[in-house]
């Protein structure tokens, strides 16, 4: 079988204006056949993604974390050979991480197998958690030495042990610091989270952290079903909700687009934004409304694809008098 890398074509002999429109044109093409690949491997990705085993949260974190993340997205996108060898690579610095923590700081320029042998003679490391690092560090040999045997591996095989691979290593990382982790007070790691996902945004941190938006709250749903038992993947996507109570107004915001009332609900304590119709207006200025004024309304969302509430509306609301 022969190699052709051939993507970009050569425009030598028109002018550069030229040159620019063509390989736009080339670059969009490009965009179409990468578009049609991923979407042809989308069910795949997925499952690949939902092979990875969750650990929750951890206290503590380094220059590893980086490594993991790009492992896992590497091996949703089915890049074996690049996952194994970023698990190893991060293996590695996640022991020499935990090494210079518990004060072994005379392990850092040995090789990954002594090092490990020394912890685990040191009483750092359990037989089983040895093994399973060890394990890691001779698969990742094997791929980064490509030797024959390696070389003869098929992909679900290289795909059973990049999977092994990283799972193994997210349970040694659980295991060796969530002794360390502090006691949250509930709703804490949910705000940590909201705060995690904004400097991401911010500060354009490593390639494979929170995907995006959708993501994100993939993520606040899973803690906020550990934290406070609430799973807001309320039902069916495009169903209607439908909530009618006591609200206190916070917030009237008349100046953004679209505009919109922030509401308390006074009895569960949470709030909720609603966007304003043309008439819902009319009537908040009709009624003489303002913040911290108290109305008994009915509001609703469309649920949207991951079943969670998303844009809320008023179905009717009147103001309410103690």
């Known amino acids: 079988m022969r190699y052709f890398d051939c993507t970009k074509f050569d425009y030598k002999n028109i002018t550069a ?63 074996f050979y690049s996952t194994i060898a970023l698990t190893g690579i991060a293996s590695e610095d996640l022991c020499k991480y935990f090494a210079k923590k518990t004060g072994h700081i005379d392990l850092q320029s040995l090789t990954q197998h002594v090092r490990l042998q020394k912890l685990k003679e040191r009483g750092e490391l359990s037989e089983e958690t040895h ?121 009237i915001d008349f100046e953004v687009t679209p505009k919109e009332i922030t509401l308390h609900h006074i009895p569960l304590g949470i709030y909720t934004t609603i966007d304003l119709a043309d008439e819902d207006i009319k009537k908040i200025q009709d009624l003489g409304l303002s913040e911290d004024d108290t109305i008994f309304a009915s509001i609703y969302s469309i649920l949207n694809h991951q079943g969670m509430s998303a844009t809320w509306y008023f179905e009717t609301f009147i103001a309410f008098k103690s």
């Open 17 to 79: 204006e030229e040159s620019k429109a063509l390989t736009k044109r080339d670059k969009s093409a490009y965009k179409h056949s990468f578009t049609t690949w991923i979407n042809n491997e989308i069910e795949q990705i997925t499952e690949r993604k939902w092979q990875i085993d969750n650990i929750g949260v951890v206290e503590e974190t380094g220059d590893f974390i980086r490594l993991i993340k790009e492992a896992e997205l590497t091996y949703a996108l089915g890049a």
């Open 131 to 251: 093994k399973a690092f060890d394990a890691i560090r001779i698969v990742r040999n094997d791929c980064l030495h490509f030797n024959d045997d390696f070389k003869t591996r098929d992909q679900s095989t290289l795909g059973a042990e990049a999977l092994n691979c990283i799972n193994s290593l997210k349970a040694i990382y659980k295991e060796l610091f969530s002794p360390s982790n502090s006691q949250y007070k509930s709703g804490e790691i949910i705000t940590k989270i909201i705060e995690d996902f904004a400097r991401q945004q911010v500060y354009k941190t490593s390639f494979g952290d929170t995907l995006n938006q959708e993501e994100f709250t993939m993520k606040l749903r899973y803690f906020m079903a550990k934290e406070l038992q609430i799973d807001v993947a309320i039902s069916n996507p495009g169903d209607k909700i439908t909530q009618t109570d006591l609200f206190r107004i916070e917030e």
